[in-house]
């Protein structure tokens, strides 16, 4: 199984940038998505973005988050900027063992890996 191990997370003002960094066990092929989700306390897991050879965002970050995988095809990015308070909560990296499709790469029971969650709290 993938180990997944987020970074970057923190405390930051509103209107500032953040860049929170997964590194996996082992390379992941393009060909398996991988993705950000979201949980704010009290809220459910949320889609943030996810990466094959395309990319999907929430609407509620378009615009202002950027994900992107490294050379090393273990590594994947959420570049943030622009933050908002309701951008608060714990940031999940996960992976796919498998192909899926772009609408199933928008749900959290597609992945197969998750990482522990990197806290990101915007303060204004």
């Known amino acids: 199984q993938v180990q997944l191990v987020e970074y970057g997370g923190g405390l930051v003002q509103a209107g500032d940038s953040l860049r929170l960094r997964c590194v996996a066990s082992?390379?992941?092929?393009?060909?398996?998505?991988m993705a950000w989700f979201r949980q704010a306390p009290g809220k459910e897991r949320e889609f943030v973005a996810a990466i094959s050879w395309s990319t999907h965002y929430a609407d509620s970050v378009k615009g202002r988050f950027t994900i992107s995988r490294g050379n090393a095809e273990s590594t994947v990015y959420l570049e943030m900027i622009s933050l908002r308070r309701e951008d608060t909560a714990v940031y999940y990296c996960?992976?796919?063992?498998?192909?899926?499709?772009?609408?199933?790469?928008?749900?959290?029971?597609?992945?197969?890996?998750w990482g522990q969650g990197t806290q990101v709290t915007v303060y204004s």
């Open positions: 996960a992976s796919a063992d498998s192909i899926i499709t772009a609408a199933q790469a928008l749900k959290t029971e597609a992945y197969n890996n």
């Open positions: 082992a390379r992941i092929s393009t060909n398996f998505y």
